[in-house]
């Protein structure tokens, strides 16, 4: 029997695709591309409405091209909206059936078994690498509901992994020969807090560095994204421990206060410009990213204008942009004032455009600085090595160059010469 996994959204979605792809072998099936396989699982994301859209074009091409295989739709999208999938799917699974995957592949084809509230997904988090590096889930939910955001529906509080099972799981990875783990999560900074007792981050990464700090020398440890306001906690271990990459990625969503209140986001525009411009100034090579949503209701004129001026501003090394679209049932699926397509679109365009200068503004400086990478296991489209730096810089290694994807090696960063606007490394 042959099996296939499809995977849409995020880091923890992409674990839990490989959990699920493991599962699977365990019960005998060889895995394989999606054509001409028996059964096929879709694990899909609700993030946004292309996502959404992605999920259902997928399906049909499935359906289309494979008719005779069965056709299981599991995920965020199936938890929140199983009826978007019920025709185009044999079996809708919701979030919490994802870890008992084998003992439903038998249930009567039309079924649809979606809990009504997300539950943890058992151990859908344990050591497993995957690709270049490997994403350690330490943390799943999120209890903040911002008005946008369907993830609180799709998988329900946070509930965080125990201590002693986070830093276990590093060691595995170190054991593994891994050259860089994410520490991954769907609100990553409220990891410890369900805990007893309560812990937060910073006591992880302290803990993490008692325990293995020693033996870090080589691997290195990045953390997904964080909210704002959980930034703080984080720096004093930034500035200490050599393993932590200077990397934050922190979605500030937009620079209108006005917005943030209306998006149900707990910070202003202020806060954000203080504490961007601080870490900084404490660490002038940290890369720090953010993500835009673009044309929230009742986004005006001027408050698209403050979110540029303030990404303009701020020292962003890259920006991650995304137009809003209405979830259901969330709040902002049902407020006045939606913006036009072409307006999101503009203002979409205006940030991708930002974005490239504040990448090309980042690197500008640290041309002919050398720093620790790691060779990424997929060769750029062009054939050459690609690597990725400790402060998250693409770069493509020389075309002769003698390196062996997964190695972390030391590069020297040149000029953007390429066609493709990356930098140039040097080994
Ligand atoms: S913090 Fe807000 S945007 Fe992030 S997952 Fe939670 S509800 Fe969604």
């Known amino acids: 029997m042959k099996a296939s996994i499809i995977n849409m959204g995020c880091k923890v979605n992409q674990i839990e695709s490989t959990a699920m792809l493991e599962m699977l072998k365990t019960e005998g099936y060889e895995l394989s591309a999606p054509k001409d396989v028996d059964l096929v699982v879709l694990n899909t994301c609700a993030v946004t409405g292309k996502a959404e859209s992605e999920a259902i074009s997928i399906l049909r091409r499935l359906r289309r091209h494979n008719p005779g295989a069965k056709v299981i739709g599991v995920g965020c999208l199936a938890q929140i909206n199983p009826d978007r999938l019920r025709g185009l799917c044999d079996l809708v699974l919701g979030q919490s059936q994802k870890s008992t995957l084998p003992e439903l592949l038998s249930m009567p084809s039309g ?234 679109r503009a203002r979409v365009s205006k940030l991708k455009k930002l974005d490239a200068i504040k990448r090309a503004e980042f690197l500008a400086p640290q041309i002919g600085n050398f720093r620790e990478a790691i060779i990424e296991n997929t060769p750029h489209r062009s054939g050459r090595l690609k690597v990725l730096t400790d402060n998250y810089i693409p770069a493509l290694l020389q075309p002769d160059s003698k390196a062996t994807p997964g190695e972390m090696v030391v590069i020297q960063l040149g000029q953007p010469q390429n066609p493709y606007g990356l930098a140039e490394a040097y080994l």
């Not at 946008?148 to 990875?173: D, H, K, M, N, Q």
């Not at 409220?190 to 325990?211: F, H, I, Q």
């Not at 303009?312 to 991650?320: I, M, Q, V």
């Open 111 to 344: 079924t649809t078994l979606v809990s009504p509230t997300a539950e943890p997904v058992g151990d859908l988090g344990d050591p497993k690498p995957w690709r270049t590096r490997a994403l350690h889930k330490i943390q799943d939910g999120c209890d903040s509901y911002c008005a946008y955001c369907a993830v609180p529906f799709a998988r329900g509080p946070s509930r965080s992994s125990a201590l002693e099972r986070v830093i276990s799981g590093l060691e595995a990875y170190l054991n593994m020969g891994e050259k860089e783990v994410v520490l991954t999560g769907i609100h990553l900074g409220l990891w410890g807090r369900d805990l007893e007792p309560r812990l937060d981050l910073s006591t992880l990464l302290n803990e993490t560095d008692r325990v293995l700090g020693p033996k870090l020398t080589d691997m290195r440890v990045r953390l997904s994204s964080l909210e704002p306001l959980e930034v703080p906690s984080i720096i004093d271990a930034l500035l200490e421990y050599d393993w932590l990459v200077p990397h934050v990625h922190t979605p500030i969503q937009s620079g209108s206060d006005v917005i943030l209140a209306r998006m149900g986001r707990p910070y202003t525009k202020e806060q954000v410009t203080c504490l961007i411009a601080n870490l900084k100034i404490l660490m002038p090579y940290i890369n720090i990213g953010t993500d835009i949503l673009v044309g929230f209701p009742g986004e005006t004129d001027n408050d698209f204008q403050e979110t540029l001026e303030l990404t303009e501003k701020l020292p962003f090394g890259y920006l991650h942009v995304f137009p809003f679209s209405p979830r259901p049932g969330t709040k902002a699926s049902i407020l006045n004032e939606q913006i036009s397509p072409d307006i999101k």
